[in-house]
């Protein structure tokens, strides 16, 4: 089965085609500035060399329509036709409670998807979008959505509740719901086999750590806890988001620097975490580092605060699953920064964690990272959250 995953943004759409069969990918790309002027669309296919145009995209219908001519044209498509495409995995950021696994789109989870925007008013409409475009395009085409939150909908109430009035779960389903679901469904999965142990019989302790971050618990297979909440704003320091604050730091700053909601969330959002912490420096980790070698007093404290909020979300989860078996880095940092995760794991002795120097310096593979004697295994599992979103669509549609 041939699978188009998209991940539409407000302003861009990532996209990749992958042969559920062999799960490679057959061409991947990415549309950016829809909708604003310069937009370009770059498109691999996987045996052909990078390509990149620059071409007005007014609306993302547009953008998917130069995806679908990009994967069918005659000298470097990867396709015949658009017959050829099975099925559209579609990434939706927040599901709500309503949706706690995949799902077949019709028009009733298309609505279902659009009460949702509330919970995330930045992704979820542009998600909905990249749906409409692919069905005025492929009506024929079965389509998947599958839902960052929907891995965290196994947490129990006493995660997921805030010591807020009840009234505002009731009226607002105000709560955590936890991001990032799909990498840590699928890299859990993959420590438990990779280990060759039962998922359904282990503790384990998944570090998403990106430009955007988060830890989670999976015990027994299910998620018991995660660091975002309702929206990816609260948990670890992250590029640009702050994670978890005094919230009575918002009242603060807003009479202090005569500020609004709005301006003091942009704050939060887009101008704190490492970024904002290291005085600017960057929101990118090897600049970050790069400015600690070279004796950058701020770079310096942001690491150690970003590496120190890590280890107590790790401490926290191993108290809430009354131990762990292993412990996995992903993404971005957790794939790529050796450094990170031996700084992490330096605050992580009384799990009787060892880490093997020669196997952290591996890069792009699954690697137990501890030594054999260590009691707490520690891995780093390349994520992978198309391929994921492509299993579950070939999954659903074969069932
Ligand atoms: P992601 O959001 O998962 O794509 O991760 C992006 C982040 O990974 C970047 O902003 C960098 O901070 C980080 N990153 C990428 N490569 C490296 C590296 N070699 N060392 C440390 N951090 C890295």
Known sequence: MNILVINC?????????????T?????????????????????????????ETVTPMPDHTE???????????????????????????????????????????????????????????????????????CRELMDQTPMVAVFDTAFHQTMPAKAYMYGLPYEYYEKYKVRKYGFHGTSHSYVSKRAAEFLGEKYEDMKIIVCHLGN??????VQNGKCIDTSMGLTPLEGLIMGTRSGDIDPAIMEFLAHKEGLGIDEVMNILNKKSGVYGLSGNVSSDFRDLEKAAGEGNEKAKLTLDAFDYRVAKYI?????AMNGVDAICFTAGVGENGSTTRERVCAY?????IELDKEANAKRGEDVVISTQDSKTKVLVIPTNEELAIARETSALLKA
């Open 9 to 21: 943004g407000s302003s861009s759409l990532k996209f990749q085609l992958i042969d559920s069969g």
């Open 348 to 352: 992580l002795g009384y799990l009787g």
């Open 315 to 319: 401490g926290a989860y191993v108290a």
């Open 23 to 51: 799960e490679k990918w057959i061409a991947k790309g990415l549309c950016e500035r829809i909708g604003i002027e310069g937009s370009r669309i770059t498109y691999t296919p996987a045996e052909g060399e990078k390509e």
């Open 212 to 217: 955007g971050a988060s830890v989670s618990a």
């Open 63 to 133: 953008a998917i329509r130069l995806v679908l001519e990009a994967l069918t044209n005659e000298k470097t498509g990867v396709v015949k036709s658009l017959s050829e495409i099975n099925a559209v995995g579609h990434r939706i950021v927040h599901g709500g409670e309503k949706f706690a696994s995949s799902t077949v789109i019709d028009d009733e989870v298309m609505k279902a998807i659009e009460a949702c925007n509330d919970l995330a008013p930045l992704h979820n409409p542009a998600n909905l979008i990249g749906i409409r475009s």
